[in-house]
Nanobody, 129 residues
Framework: VQLQASGGGAVQTGGSLRLSCVAS????????VGWFRQAPGKEREFVAA????????TYATPVKGRFTISRDNARNTAYLQMNSLKAEDTADYYC???????????????????????WGQGTQVTVSN
């Protein structure tokens, strides 16, 4: 059971990156996917979440309109497209997966890290002026 995040790097302000999160060892399509980030000296914070079929999303206010979360269940992969990057987006980014425990749920409930059952390792994103 594993989540493997990749795609981080160093970019200039205004640039773009796409993070990937590859799942293995579990039925990825049955899990809600989230991205979180942790900047140096700060607590981990929610970035975005996506429901099992990719039809519902929720975003943290600072990234709305700039970041897009998506998934390809056939490839067991989730993505975070990050555009118009700012210096304050600098952080380690983590993907996470939460088992769907009921047929009906609100994706907005998945902004809390405690909802997630498994985590990938971080991938570092550095945005400089």
């Amino acid at each position: 059971v594993q989540l493997q995040a990749s795609g981080g790097g160093a970019v200039q302000t205004g640039g773009s990156l796409r993070l990937s999160c590859v799942a293995s060892g579990f039925i990825f399509s049955s899990y809600i996917v989230g991205w979180f980030r942790q900047a140096p000296g700060k607590e981990r914070e929610f970035v975005a979440a996506l429901n099992t079929n990719g039809g519902a999303t929720t975003y943290a206010t600072p990234v709305k309109g700039r970041f897009t979360i998506s998934r390809d269940n056939a490839r067991n992969t989730a993505y975070l497209q990050m555009n118009s990057l700012k210096a304050e987006d600098t952080a380690d980014y983590y993907c996470a997966a939460a088992a769907r425990r009921s047929v009906f749920y609100n994706i907005d409930d998945y902004t809390e890290s405690g909802r997630y059952d498994m985590w990938g390792q971080g991938t570092q994103v550095t945005v400089s002026n």
